[in-house]
């Protein structure tokens, strides 16, 4: 009986374990390979692994807090090179290939990066940034084991060198663009360039202009694989030294080759493309890609259940009666009182939401949201209308723009419409259920705008073609040309219409850094009147004349009234 125990309880740990589904190992690109290719060394998640090329399970070799990266196997297969922040700045570290007693090779304080070890094991090729702290001031050098000083290679920026076999030559890349960026064909594109150590002397091997990158020594040092766009997408090429014959070894037509790494023996070579890693026989007369099943088995490194800790909001809008607030946190949006302060959660998506804003019936909230990759409007509603917003836990959220181009700062103006602005920064409005989009201002740049109380008039703020921020305002129908009332060499943005639409509120900057809130009159009559006369009325504004109603004005600017003639018993309102 007591065996028939001990068998299940083996029986029901062998069915657990298989149930556990193994986690895929996806999106490397700091990877090298054992000397005979059996084996792929690799950062994932902060730490170093090995995994076997032919499929088993990932071996993790570091534990540390630190983010290890850019592992590097020794010519005899026996030492891991690596790049690791635990001592608070990039360095270069040595261990046993299965693990073991970590050792700091590099010291300079600008930090370094392992690249490539030298054929005899000796010294290390690493990259750093020293004095040239300028454009592309990383340099490559040599840093022997046993030694405590770094030799500079050559006074001139590269990347993704590669020492050859005999450690006499050196394959690197000159320009290139970022390595995500398909079918660029220009000045900038990547070249692969040869030197000679001996003789100090350079030569490139790319054509100008194709974008090639990746270089790679074959074992004997005669010839070289390398990835290239000459047919379109990246794809692997092998060419011998001193030819101008090119073999192709791979046909991809969209996402192509990245960041391939050989092996010493020159029989297996591991790329990436998209998501996923695949290796072949470069020295087949037909290589065949297949795909790398990396796989992780052990515990989970990351916790299912996330719990996050909100201790800030952004983008806050209140109620009308000040009782109730909505605003985005964590990248969702939020309601809640003022006075209990019991926040409720309207929306719980993976993408961002922002630019809460209340409707003026308070019975919904816009916002905008990223939901399936498209940024537009979105409106919430509560399941209950007859209680308060926080005092639901169900919300219906419902999309109301849907378009290719993305929206952004949506609020509530006069009549009932929407204001938001999308694309550059073409300010629109448009009916709450997303009919009738009307556009007010076609703009190149993202204005910060408010609408008059009557949404008559609108006031934004813009960049012009020498990046000053000046403030405008313009009729809500188009008609009439903008004004500006500003007219200041520093920022001025985030105009607001006070309430009674006799002034307009804006953030300006006039002392150095210092920014500070201004505001201008909008009538010549309110300008006019001294401050004893504010206070005692002497003239109410019902007796102010048609001639006097004209805008706009800034102190020094007086002429500005006479620039738009608002006609008998107009106003901003």
Sequence with gaps: MRAFHLALGLAVLVLGRDAMPAEPIRLLQEY??????????????????????????????????????YPQVSPDGKWLAFTSNRSGVNQVYRMPIEGGRVEQVTFHTDGNIATDWFPDGKALLIKSERDHFWRRGARYFVRPLDESRDRL??????????????????????????????????PQAGQIWRFEFESRRFE???????????????????QVYFVSQRDGAFNLYRQ????????????????????????????????????????????AEKPEPRRLDLRY?????????????????????????????????????????????????????????RDPVFAPDHGSIVYVSETDGACDLWVATRADANRHWWQNTK??????????????????????????????????????????PRIV?????????????????????IDDNDFNRDIWIRRADGSGDPVNITRHPDYEGDPVFSPDGKMLAFIGRRNREESDIHFVYLRKADDDQSRRDRKGCRTAYADVTAE??????????????????LGAGADFR
Aim: glycine letters at 8%; aromatic letters at 12%.
């Design 395 to 436: 919300f219906e959220n419902k999309r109301i723009t849907q378009d290719p181009q993305p929206e952004f700062a949506p609020r509530f103006i006069a009549g009932g419409r929407i204001a938001f602005t999308n694309l550059r920064g073409d300010l629109w409005t448009m009916n709450p259920d997303g009919t009738d």
């Design 297 to 353: 088995e052990g515990d989970e490194l990351v916790p299912r259940v996330r719990r996050e800790r909100l201790t800030r909001a952004t983008q806050v809008a209140f109620s009308d009666d000040a009782r109730e607030i909505a605003f985005a946190a964590g990248g969702d949006i939020w309601v809640m009182d003022t006075e209990l302060r019991e926040p409720r959660r309207v929306t719980n998506t993976p993408e961002e939401e």
């Design 32 to 69: 090298s390979l054992s000397p005979d290719g059996d084996r792929i060394y690799f950062a994932w998640r902060g730490d170093l692994w090995s995994h076997p090329v032919e499929g088993g399970r990932a071996t993790r070799l570091t534990v540390h807090p630190a983010t290890e990266r």
């Design 153 to 186: 290679v050559f006074d001139g920026y590269a990347s993704s060198a590669r020492l050859s076999p005999d450690g006499k030559q050196l394959l690197f890349m000159r320009e290139g663009v970022a390595w995500w960026r398909k079918n660029y064909r220009g």
């Design 441 to 461: 201002l076609d703009s190149w740049d993202q204005p910060s705008y408010d609408f008059s109380p009557g949404a008559h008039w609108v006031a934004y703020a």
């Design 204 to 222: 490139r091997l790319s054509p100008i202009g194709i974008g090639e990158r990746s270089p790679l020594w074959t074992p004997d040092g005669t």
């Design 240 to 283: 011998p030294l001193g030819s101008s014959e090119v073999a192709r070894l791979t046909s991809y037509k969209d996402d192509g080759v990245l960041f391939p790494a050989l092996s010493r023996n020159g029989k297996r070579l591991v790329y990436r493309v998209g998501f996923d890693l695949f290796h072949l026989d470069p020295t």
């Design 548 to 565: 006097q109603r004209v805008l706009p004005h800034f102190h020094v600017m007086a002429d500005l009234y006479e620039a738009i003639d």
